[in-house]
């Protein structure tokens, strides 16, 4: 059974930083896509973030510069570095794990099988 579980979240003023973490167990992919989605209060889920199996990574333009996503094959641990935060970041952020297909990694909700409970990231002006 696949587990993953996001922690990290929390409120912080604008311009602040934080680091989310998402552990996986159960997850047994050698070939896989890792992301981080968040989803605001009446809005759809997005991607954020990516990284596949050999460390390729891919951000959303809102955050390119901003966040920075890395992981830890070690620990099957995915974490999401955010920096210099805005009150438009504030969400509950989701990590998931997915196959990796030939092209790499999106932003697709549809390719991730499995996901966490999320954490909650507030930013205040």
């Known amino acids: 059974q696949v587990q993953l579980v996001e922690s990290g979240g929390g409120s912080v003023q604008a311009g602040g930083s934080l680091r989310l973490s998402c552990a996986a167990s159960g997850y047994t992919y050698s070939s896989y896509c890792r992301g981080w989605f968040r989803q605001a209060p009446g809005k759809e889920r997005e991607g954020v973030a990516t990284i596949d199996s050999v460390g390729t990574t891919t951000a959303a333009h809102s955050v390119k510069g901003r966040f920075t996503i890395t992981q830890d094959s070690a620990k099957n641990s995915v974490y999401l570095e955010m920096t210099s935060l805005k009150p438009e970041d504030t969400a509950m952020y989701y990590c998931?794990?997915?196959?990796?297909?030939?092209?790499?990694?999106?932003?697709?909700?549809?390719?991730?099988?499995?996901w966490g409970q999320g954490t909650q990231v507030t930013v205040s002006s």
């Open positions: 998931a794990a997915g196959y990796r297909r030939w092209y790499g990694c999106s932003a697709r909700l549809a390719e991730y099988d499995y």
